[in-house]
Every structure is written in C-alpha cells, then in structure tokens.
C-alpha cells in the first residue's frame, strides 16, 4: 500500500528524516509515536504528498509520486489519501453534509452521487440527525467524526491521522478509536496514525517509534 525507501529531510543545516524505509500493508492500522522532534509529522506529510523528500523514494497504492508535477500530485492525493487532523479544520459556513462533500466536488464528482455518499458516510457515523448543523453547532467528538468521513469521501486508498485525538476527551478518544477500527473491518481501511497516545499505539497492528529522524527497533 505505502512503500518509503530512504527518506531523507532537512530544513536549512538541520536534518529531521535520515533514511527512513517503511512498508504499510493494505488494510493496516499502524500508529507512529515518538517525542517531539523526532520528525513524526514531516514523515506523514511526505507520505501524503504534502511535502517532498530531499532523497529517496515514494510509492503510493502502487504508484510513484516522485516525478509527479504538482498539479498531478494534487489530484492525486484528492482522489487516493485522506487526512484527518488533531483539529478537525471544517469549514465554518458549510454544514456537516457539506464539509464532507468538498473534496469530492474537488474531484469532479456528481452532485447527486457526492451527496448520497455523504449521507451514507453520515449514517456510518451515527451523525445523520447532524446533517445540516454547522461546526459551531456540533460537538467536539461530532466534528472529528464528520472530519473523518469527510477524508473518507473519495475512497481514498489510506488515510493519514496526525494526533486526531488530542484535541478530545477521554470518552471521544475512545468513542474514535473504536471508528478507526470499525472502518477498518467495514471497509478495509488502511490507517497510518502519528500519535502522543499511547493507549491508542497499543490499540494498533504495530506501532513504529521515531527518534532523531530515525526508526528505532
């Protein structure tokens, strides 16, 4: 599914990934942990094309993104990554219904195909009384769902989670922890998730530790 091949980074004289390789299987749920510095939140912007390695090598659901202009890397990750964030980052005027349906309009999906797969996405979520309430209006554990099935819309091959939990309570982190499961046994959801929290490492198939721009172990 995601194959890194010595990934290097520096900003300016400091280095922050120095060779990294990894290997994500489809349908994998894998947590990356490690202390502040360690280069955890540049490794999964490189994986999501959001940031381009000095050296080495990436390669996405089969294919290699190093040579893609930035245009085409930009349809790309529409179409085959999703992210979620520790801050759910909805957009304030659009309802929960529209927020899920923006990257699929991004994409060039039909409206009347975009909107029957957010409802659908809505109802996995347990939010479709929720539907045409704004962000102001939902609560914490309700926008990081509605994030989570907005980086679910275009199908994408994996989904990228920095520290989607730090932002919630103790029953919300958990209450999202069981969704990232249930999605991964409902439809196969690959989930590479950069995390502080170690009870949610533990809850993975395997769980990676960076230090200094390195994986150790």
């Known amino acids: 599914?995601?194959?890194?091949?010595?990934?290097?980074?520096?900003f300016g004289s400091l280095q922050v990934l120095r060779?990294?390789?990894?290997?994500?299987?489809?349908?994998?749920?894998?947590?990356?942990?490690?202390?502040?510095g360690a280069g955890k939140t540049t490794l999964l912007q490189i994986m999501g094309t959001l940031d381009r390695p000095d050296g080495g090598s990436v390669v996405i659901?089969?294919?290699?993104?190093?040579?893609m202009k930035e245009k085409e890397l930009s349809a790309f990750r529409n179409r085959h990554i999703g992210f979620v964030f520790q801050f759910h980052q909805l957009l304030p005027e659009f309802t929960a219904l529209e927020?899920?349906?923006?990257?699929a309009f991004i994409a060039g999906g039909e409206r009347a195909q975009v909107e029957q797969r957010a409802k659908e996405l809505l109802r996995?979520?347990?939010l479709s009384d929720r539907a045409s309430h704004r962000p102001n209006e939902l609560s914490g554990g309700e926008k990081q769902r509605v994030a989570v099935a907005?980086?679910?819309?275009?199908?994408?091959?994996?989904?990228?989670?920095?520290?989607?939990?730090g932002?919630?309570?103790?029953?919300?982190?958990?209450?999202?922890?069981?969704?990232?499961?249930?999605?991964?046994?409902?439809?196969?959801?690959?989930?590479?998730?950069?995390?502080?929290?170690?009870?949610?490492?533990?809850?993975?198939?395997?769980?990676?530790?960076?230090?200094?721009?390195?994986?150790q172990g």
């Open 167 to 215: 932002s919630l309570d103790t029953h919300n982190k958990e209450e999202l922890y069981r969704l990232f499961f249930d999605l991964r046994q409902q439809f196969g959801q690959t989930f590479v998730i950069v995390t502080h929290d170690e009870g949610l490492a533990r809850l993975t198939d395997r769980t990676i530790h960076m230090v200094d721009g390195v994986i």
């Open 124 to 126: 996995f979520m347990g």
């Open 99 to 103: 927020n899920i349906m923006i990257p």
């Open 19 to 36: 060779g990294i390789s990894l290997h994500v299987e489809r349908g994998e749920v894998v947590s990356i942990i490690g202390p502040s």
């Open 150 to 165: 907005r980086a679910l819309v275009n199908r994408p091959a994996v989904v990228l989670a920095d520290e989607p939990s």
């Open 1 to 10: 599914m995601i194959t890194l091949q010595d990934i290097t980074k520096s």
């Open 61 to 67: 659901d089969g294919i290699s993104v190093d040579c």
